[in-house]
């Protein structure tokens, strides 16, 4: 069984725990410990694992990130008002091959997903999201992918899977059970024009990072529709993650990836976070630690509403343009936004209705002013291919 593989949380990570205050994360999170073995399953909402393979690593770091001190950073922050039992699994180590330990991550992860428990991976590298990936075959037949980051990562057409061509690897690979993917701060000077048309030519979503850092909500309604969040921390500019030479001095701040993470925790259909490309500073494993907190305070506020123009809690409005009508949803509740995609099928959405796509209110009111919105364009061309 895969999660035989697991290592315990190391005792000094335990020891630091137990010096904590009762209203400490370490006081209330059920660990793997080496006299204890894993934590019950039953009932837990989230499970934290780390995975130490680095081998596919596309810069080679002098030393790999220490998961044991990102817990000490996370495990002294205060509970906020939730309801989510958290469990701590422990590692995976490197296997004898880099395939092998993929093989452990896609077990562990498909089978925390049966149990309906969100997993928290920290990976060294980004193209433990492959796997991760993968461990949906058996749960969902389409999955969507946002992947928080400065660069596309499609990588070369015969580049071995690394942590900058992973994404090619998620395209290609068989099956293809990628509905749609979703960029969220990339940088153009970092990404070939061909990865810029490559993402155009598969109706992919991409958002620059100057476009959501003057309005961070934009990222809410691409959360809202993703599966998987993958987030390279690189994503995040060097000043918040103590300056190492890998960062970038543009990024995100501390205070945008913060509330990135929150709208992914509170999005009812994320069900992993990924987060991965991190190195040994004592802000980062700041930054780290405050970015798991604000995920698992969006779990706290998650809704489970579908828009229908049945229910009281829902305002239907249809626009009508010169090529479409198109169809909106507000809701009452939460004042989130939706739109009907005709051609995206019942196979996708698993039910007999129109699929219904997360949007904006600036959605809404470009349809009134005659302009298509282009999440909605990218959708029901994606639709009819």
């Known amino acids: 069984m895969a999660f035989d593989f697991l290592v315990p949380v190391k005792d000094k990570v335990l020891a630091h725990s137990e010096l904590l205050p009762e209203q400490a994360l370490g006081k209330n999170v059920h660990m793997h410990t080496e006299k204890d073995g894993l934590p019950v399953f039953a009932q837990a909402d989230v499970a934290i694992f780390g995975v130490l393979e680095s081998r596919n690593a596309f810069e080679k770091k002098p030393e790999k990130l220490d998961l044991d001190e990102v817990r000490i950073q996370l495990y002294r922050l205060m509970m906020g008002n939730w309801n989510s039992t958290i469990i701590d699994i422990g590692d995976v180590e490197e296997g004898n091959t880099v395939e092998d330990t993929y093989f452990v991550v896609k077990e562990i992860v498909a089978g925390l997903l049966e149990e309906n428990i969100i997993p928290i991976v920290l990976g060294l590298t980004q193209d433990i999201t492959f796997p991760t990936y993968r461990a949906f075959d058996k749960i969902k037949n389409m999955v969507n992918l946002v992947s928080i980051d400065s660069r596309f990562d499609f990588g070369e057409d015969d580049e071995l899977i690394s942590s900058h061509s992973y994404m090619s690897k998620i395209i290609t690979d068989k099956p293809n059970n990628l509905f749609n993917f979703s960029n969220i701060g990339y940088q153009s000077y970092f990404n070939a024009q061909e990865e810029k048309d490559l993402m155009e030519r598969l109706f992919f979503d991409a958002y620059r990072l100057g476009e959501i850092a003057a ?48 709208y992914a925790g509170i999005s009812d259909k994320v069900t992993l976070f990924g987060i991965y490309e991190g190195e040994n500073s004592y802000q980062a494993f700041q930054m780290i630690a405050q970015i798991i907190w604000y995920f698992i305070e969006g779990l706290s506020f998650r809704i489970k509403e579908y828009p229908s123009s049945k229910s009281e809690d829902f305002t239907k409005f249809t626009v009508p343009t010169d090529t479409e009508e198109l169809v909106f949803f507000k809701s009452h509740v939460t004042e989130r936004w939706w739109v009907e995609v005709p051609t995206i099928l019942a196979e996708h959405t698993k039910t007999n209705s129109v699929a219904l796509l997360p949007c904006t209110e600036e959605d809404y009111l470009d349809a009134c002013n005659q302009n298509i919105p282009e999440r909605w364009f990218k959708a029901y061309r994606k639709g009819l291919n």
């Open 215 to 262: 309005n961070i909500e934009l990222a809410e309604p691409v959360l809202r529709s993703s599966d998987i969040v993958s987030l390279d921390l690189r994503a995040i500019r060097a000043s918040e993650m103590g300056g190492s030479r890998n960062f970038s001095p543009n990024g995100f701040t501390g205070r945008e990836i913060c509330a990135i993470a929150r």
